[in-house]
């Protein structure tokens, strides 16, 4: 699926419709379908962009949440009960993937038809340079006890994640240009991100 990072925000009309109360003559298995095939962004009513209004976000979620989850269901008929248990799947891992920038960002690029992690491994070389380097630097710092150092490379660490992560902005919205040079890199600089996230999640690991 190719879709438009920018468009305005919207939501699909099944979506709307887990707002509120399901008649009992729903068909489960189509309205089911459609769930799965939605679009997260569309499912709460958002805008497909990097940066999303999250207290939106949330309040979209629990109105659907209140309504489909599986404790309504527990006096229906064996297909409301199939049906709530798979949306609510779906919907709560919607709302994971929107949550977290990261996880946004990689739904962003992979529907735009861009490669997932598994698909392109490659990091920035210069950036694998200097995360190596800083890992070095870590060892070597923790093993002196010098608790001082720690704190600077955690401090160059964080600096140049918002780096990475104002430029993987910038990439999430250029997808708009359908461009093969864009995917491609920012699944590079999505790459490099994951790198320095794991590094400062080493740094920070008691």
């Not at 990072?5 to 109360?21: H, I, K, M, W, Y």
């Not at 710092?141 to 430029?167: C, F, H, M, P």
């Not at 590079?188 to 320095?196: H, M, T």
Request: aromatic share 6%; net charge negative; glycine share 4%.
């Amino acid at each position: 699926m190719t879709a438009t990072p920018s468009s305005a925000a919207g939501t699909c009309g099944v979506c709307e419709r887990l707002r509120s109360a399901l008649p009992r003559d729903t068909n489960w298995s189509e309205l089911l379908l459609h769930v799965e095939r939605a679009d997260y962004f569309e499912m709460f009513g958002l805008r497909r962009a990097y940066h999303i209004d999250l207290a939106a976000l949330q309040a979209a979620y629990m109105a659907i949440s209140r309504n489909i989850h599986p404790d309504r269901y527990a006096m229906a008929s064996p297909a409301e009960q199939a049906f709530a248990m798979r949306a609510s799947a779906v919907v709560n891992r919607a709302y994971e993937t929107l949550k977290d920038a990261f996880a946004r960002a990689e739904y962003l690029l992979e529907s735009a038809g861009g490669q997932n992690a598994a698909q392109d491994k490659r990091v920035p070389a210069d950036l694998l340079g200097q995360i190596m380097m800083m890992r070095e630097e870590l060892e070597e710092a923790r093993a002196a006890g010098d608790e001082k150092r720690i704190q600077s490379i955690r401090a160059e660490v964080l600096e140049q994640r918002r780096t990475a992560q104002s430029t993987v902005a910038e990439l999430c919205h250029r997808l708009i240009e359908q461009s093969d040079d864009v995917r491609d890199e920012l699944r590079l600089r999505l790459n490099g991100l994951k790198y320095l996230n794991n590094l400062l999640s080493t740094i920070d690991a008691p």
